[in-house]
């Protein structure tokens, strides 16, 4: 099943996004959240690689109209790339203050949709879209393999079991939020292909491997805190 994925939004919307992102990350610095801010570092560069090296070198699926392809697509990269991340890394750390942070990243990606759309009207319109068919079954080929490595882990499991549903949850949540302010003020247009099945496959194949990758950095820092006790 191939559709378009669209979008077409104005330079405004872009620049309030940039001083978004320039607050979270010194949010997150502010008050410590160092490695959820490495971490949404490192998911800008995947989803970068992604977008830029794959579906637009590679695939030839990304079409950007009105703006400088490679600097467009490295701020879509930034902005969806360490969001997510960084929402994520605060779900799977537990983190206290979660409504908190999530309520920051909602509402701001509300506002900029609002903001964008009533000041915007004589910056210029970029418009971009992509196919779909040619990469969604290798998405749905990792999707199926991650999940099925964490279902077979909790089979083999008595106490040691992880959360499958709490890993739904966030896949969905992350990518759904963003696809419905998208498709509320009109930067998407509507079709309820790429809500329904974007947010139950794009940002979600990728959570068992996130929280591998998660469990085993929170490992290494324990005991690395234990050696320095030992030592001291």
């Given at each position: ?11 405004l ?82 983190d206290k ?29 970029i418009q ?44 969905i ?33 990728g ?19 234990i ?6």
């Open positions: 099943m191939d559709y378009q994925v669209e979008r077409e939004l104005n330079l919307y872009i620049l309030l996004d940039i001083g978004f992102l320039t607050f979270l990350g010194y949010m997150l610095l502010r008050f410590k959240k160092n490695k959820a801010f490495l971490f949404g570092v490192a998911g800008a560069i995947i989803y970068f690689i992604v977008d830029y090296g794959i579906f637009y070198l590679l695939l030839g699926t990304r079409e950007v109209v009105g703006a400088n392809t490679f600097l467009f697509l490295l701020w879509l990269s930034t902005s969806y790339g360490f969001t997510n991340f960084v929402w994520i890394w605060l779900f799977l750390d537990k203050r979660i409504f908190e942070w999530s309520l920051l990243i909602v509402i701001s990606w509300l506002a900029l949709g609002l903001i964008s759309q009533s000041f915007g009207s004589n910056f210029p319109i971009i879209s992509r196919g779909t068919g040619s990469y969604h079954g290798y998405m749905a080929l990792i999707l199926f393999v991650g999940y099925a490595i964490v279902i077979i882990k909790n089979l083999n499991e008595e106490n040691d079991r992880i959360p499958i549903l709490k890993l739904l949850f966030i896949g949540l992350v990518q759904f939020s963003w696809e419905a302010v998208l498709l509320i003020y009109g930067i998407r247009p509507l079709d309820w292909n790429p809500l329904i099945i974007n947010s139950l496959l794009e940002t979600n194949l959570l068992p491997y996130l929280y591998f990758i998660h469990k085993a950095i929170v490992k290494r820092n324990n005991n690395e805190n050696l320095v006790l030992e030592t001291e």
